[in-house]
């Protein structure tokens, strides 16, 4: 069964530094999603992505965060200079038109030191 | 209370017994979802229900949703050990983009003890 896959399952980053975090979303799929879980906290939705714009973003998804789709399965999250409040799980989400059930990736664990 | 708001926080039940969580939210909805956490993995998706349904099966789930109450029920029949997980409530919004977000609960911890 197609699954959202994601690279690297952990990221150990200093704070400041610029971090890319990728995932390949189901091949069929047209929206794709980045969400993110502070320890312990609820999943935070960041920004939506579809017909190669952002179509929604957060509060959350400030400056410092950029998407890319750049070849076409590739979708990645760029924090261009880290905080420790950063420091979260980060998962990809895609869907089809319909129906619209997202389906996520296992996620990428984010260490700001 | 939040969008999203499962209850309880927790539950501990012994297996072959049912299990049923709660979620209430605040907005209108397009959808609600429900998914599973295995403790510090991704999140599975389990079921969907639209806002004109008001009960959905799969399997040993059973999912219902009450608009006028704006809250929804996860049952879980005959549970089973590999049922622990944390469960989330989920509702879908559309966006103005034509997107669609999820907004998630705090969860439910559920704890099947053999």
């Known amino acids: 069964e197609p699954e959202v896959t994601q690279t690297p399952s952990h990221q150990v980053t200093q704070m400041g530094q610029e971090v890319i975090l990728r995932c390949v979303p189901i091949s069929n799929h047209l929206y794709f999603y980045w969400y993110r879980q502070i320890l312990g906290q609820k999943v935070e939705f960041l920004v939506s992505?579809?017909?190669?714009?952002?179509?929604?973003k957060s509060e959350i998804f400030d400056d410092q965060f950029s998407v890319e789709r750049p070849d076409g399965s590739n979708f990645t999250l760029k924090i261009r200079s880290t905080k420790l409040e950063d420091s979260a799980m980060y998962f990809c989400?895609?869907?089809?038109?319909?129906?619209?059930?997202?389906?996520f990736g296992p996620g990428t664990r984010l260490t700001v030191t | 209370s939040q969008q999203g708001e499962e209850d309880p926080q927790a539950l501990s039940i012994q297996e072959g017994e049912n299990a049923t969580m709660n979620c209430s939210y605040k907005t209108s909805i397009n959808n609600l979802q429900w998914y599973r956490q295995n403790s510090g993995r991704g999140l599975v998706h389990l079921i969907l229900?639209?806002?004109?349904?008001r009960e959905k099966h799969s399997g040993r789930l059973r999912v219902t949703l009450d608009t006028s109450k704006k809250s929804s029920s996860l049952l879980i029949t005959a549970s089973r050990a590999a049922d622990t997980a944390s469960y989330f409530c989920?509702?879908?919004?559309?966006?103005?983009?034509?997107?669609?977000?999820?907004?998630f609960g705090t969860g439910t911890q559920l704890k099947v003890e053999l």
């Open positions: 989400a895609s869907r089809e038109d319909v129906p619209y059930e997202q389906y």
């Open positions: 229900i639209r806002s004109n349904e």
């Open positions: 992505f579809y017909n190669n714009e952002i179509s929604e």
């Open positions: 989920a509702t879908d919004a559309r966006l103005t983009g034509g997107g669609n977000k999820l907004t």
